[in-house]
């Protein structure tokens, strides 16, 4: 093994380090007391309890926002899937006159900043009546999906050979059933990391729920999460516990389907 293997190896376990220490600390620091976290924020803890995740999910009302977490998530998800999967398979198979520019339109969507449209948004669902709703916050999350959504799936499509679909064309086959039954089979590992990707945005997001929705019992739980640190300032490992309790299922979804996220991202380059 040369110099420079050691050197990048280092370098990298330096950087894992860097980021699963803070996590770890995370962790630990839930099932502290108050009192011995004050004292040793950075120390072993004297004792292990599991009072505080039960506090904060009692106090936090976990359960109920994780609810509403689900259904948010859910339906952006299905929304990202199936809107960006037929514009992908449209910008991928089908000729139609401003199709290029159309396609780079949705580029847009990865440059601009959420704040940068925020207000707007903000206006058209007040002025719509579905501000302080679930679906104030849907609509943007996949929209805002959609864009890298359409660019993985485009990609993948592109890499499948045309001779595929050339037969059921011959033998009369609709568009729309050689997208469902020749290409979506295919097509499981992009899909399965756009479902990942879009899992992980949507359960992250704060700034849209925390602006477009005020009603506490619809809160997600990244916005309930704060609005339970600022009535509870001072309790500060019930709060690390809530954070802990959230954090905890993007770990596992993406701990679970690594292999699928990077099987996904690679598929259209190491196609055709």
């Known amino acids: 093994m040369n110099l420079k293997k050691v050197i990048l190896k280092a370098l990298l376990i330096l950087i894992l380090i860097i ?24 120390g072993i803890p004297s004792s292990i309890s599991f009072d505080n995740f039960i506090k904060a999910y009692q106090m936090a009302k976990l359960g109920q926002h994780f609810i509403i977490s689900i259904i948010i998530t859910v339906i952006s998800v299905l929304l990202v899937v199936v809107f960006g999967s037929l514009a992908a398979f449209s910008f ?20 601009l900043p959420t704040q940068s449209f925020l207000v707007g948004m903000f206006v058209l669902f007040r002025l719509s009546g579905i501000l302080d709703t679930m679906l104030s916050v849907i609509l943007p999350c996949a929209a805002i999906g959609l864009p890298i959504a359409i660019f993985l799936m485009k990609a993948f499509f592109d890499s ?31 899909i399965v990391t756009v479902i990942i990707f879009t899992t992980i945005n949507v359960w992250n997001e ?30 500060l490992t019930l709060k690390l516990a809530a954070l802990t309790v959230i954090a905890t299922p993007m770990f596992f979804v993406y701990f679970i389907f690594q292999k699928q996220i990077q099987k996904g991202v690679t598929a259209g380059a190491l196609k055709g």
Not at 19 to 37: E, K, L
Not at 98 to 103: T, W
Not at 167 to 188: C, D, H, K, Q, T
């Open 19 to 42: 980021y699963i220490c803070p996590i770890v600390w995370m962790y630990i620091s839930a099932t502290r007391t108050t009192a011995d976290f004050i004292n040793a924020p950075l």
């Open 92 to 111: 991928s198979r089908l000729k139609f006159r401003g199709r290029n520019l159309l396609y780079a339109s949705f580029f847009i969507g990865l440059i």
């Open 206 to 235: 704060f700034m849209l729920p925390f602006v477009m929705i005020q009603t506490d019992r619809i809160k997600p739980l990244t916005t309930s999460l704060y609005v339970f640190s600022t009535k509870h300032s001072s309790k």
């Open 160 to 190: 499948i050979p045309s001779s595929l679909e050339e037969s059921a064309l011959i033998e009369g086959a609709s568009v729309f059933y050689i997208f469902r039954y020749i290409i979506l089979p295919i097509a499981n590992a992009i």
